[in-house]
Nanobody, 124 residues
Framework: QVQLVESGGGLVQAGGSLRLSCAAS????????MGWFRQAPGKEREFVAA????????YYQDSVKGRFTISRDNVKYTVALQMASMKPEDTAVYYC?????????????????WGQGTQVTVSS
């Protein structure tokens, strides 16, 4: 049974930092591309960042480039999202997702497994 469990969400002031982590089990993690998505109230879920199986390729939504960093640990089976210089518009539920292949994809439809999400709130 595949499980993706996010942690690290919370409340942070604008300009602050937060680190999200996703622990994966039940899937061939070392051969799986991973991604982070988010959904703000009243909006559709959107792509945030993705990473390929090795960590050698990463992808970001334009609005988070230079502020967010995705990384993975293929020994601990975790993927992290380091968020800095945070803005109120970053407020959302953040989801970890596992791709159907080794690539890091920006397309939601490529992901087959999803975590339950963790709330991130940025106050102004």
């Amino acid at each position: 049974q595949v499980q993706l469990v996010e942690s690290g969400g919370g409340l942070v002031q604008a300009g602050g930092s937060l680190r999200l982590s996703c622990a994966a089990s039940g899937l061939p993690f070392r051969r799986t591309g991973m991604g982070w998505f988010r959904q703000a109230p009243g909006k559709e879920r959107e792509f945030v960042a993705a990473i390929n199986w090795s960590g050698g390729s990463t992808y970001y939504q334009d609005s988070v480039k230079g502020r967010f960093t995705i990384s993975r640990d293929n020994v601990k089976y975790t993927v992290a999202l380091q968020m800095a210089s945070m803005k109120p518009e970053d407020t959302a539920v953040y989801y970890c997702a596992a791709n159907s292949n080794t690539y890091g994809s920006t397309t939601e439809g490529s992901y087959v497994y999803w975590g339950q999400g963790t709330q991130v709130t940025v106050s102004s």
